[in-house]
């Protein structure tokens, strides 16, 4: 398309799967071209770094399809927790009721014939080269590693973003992960380490940051969630049907469904009197991709830009980087008993991150996840 038409093309958005997010991306930016990138913004975290670098050299307006960005309850939760409402928060928690897709599933064996309208071999693009099952697609790939980045990369970029915006996060110090344990109908522990797990949950710590304390974000799915608040009425809901976030703070705790949105003061009874800051952070008009469009016009901002962008799609990826990582035993199969004995089994090793160097300083193994290997004709070009 880029090759026939690229003087009628003034932007690009990308919305296919994860694992070409960077390639099309990459592509559209070479020849000038602004770009809005779906959730997550990459498949890796080496990627997410390369779009950065992309987005400045050739000075295009960028965005990420993470649409409360650009709604004004984002902002909104934004001014609560910067003006001090609940204190000094210390932990969030954030869940999803993703994967609505299947997880923790074998590798399907054997070929099966693509449909007609699908070039299956374009389809796989930069990932490893296999023959088509109809459990990869449509929509199934999410849950498979070298195409999605299963319920964390899926729905994080929107759950996520609210409190990662409101609380300056950043980049990440360490990260640890537990996920569900799959069963054979042999009653065998199962290995199918090429499909996410059937849910997890995952610590992110977070540095302190202007002025504000060292924060820990729990990320939970598959239908796993925190407690519920002792100060959450039994009638009341607790978040939003599809996720929500928790903000525990020195002075109160605030709940907020999807997007930020529904943000409420714990016991609610304290919203009868409750007296909003004025409103500091930016306000955006229209729907998010219009928000985009008009920044590439000169008319105002991007909402969600790469420099923002980037490194909330790092966090995220830096937990699905623990997840993956989870079952030291069969990560580092082959290798010696005593080259895993330090190690907690299974899993359960936090691993430490230095941003600066983007690597994990104290498992080594885990590096191999920070990137990926490229198919011939498909590596990123610069």
Known sequence: ???????????????????????????????????YVEKPLTHNIREARQLLEAARKYKVVTQMGNQGASMDCNAELAEWVQGGVIGKVKKVHVWTNRPVWPQGVPTPKGGETPPAELDWDLWLGPAPARTYSERYLPFRWRGWWDFGTGALGDMGCHLIDPVYRALKLGSPSSVEASATTVWSDEFQEADYPDSCPPSSVVRIDFPARDKMPACELWWYDGGVRPMRPAELGSNEPFGSWDGGALLEGSKGKILCGIYGDKATLLPTSKMKDFKAPQPSEPRYTGPHQ???????KGKGKASSPFEYAVPLTEALLIGNLAVRCYDVKKLQAGKTAKSWAPYDYPGRVRLEWDAANMRITNFEDANAFVGREYRDGWALGM
């Open 290 to 296: 219009m928000v985009w469009v008009n920044a590439c």
């Open 1 to 35: 398309m880029l090759d026939a038409h690229a003087r009628d093309i003034d932007a690009v958005v990308v919305s296919t799967p994860d694992h070409t997010h960077a390639v099309a991306a990459i592509a559209a930016m070479q020849l000038g071209k602004h770009v």
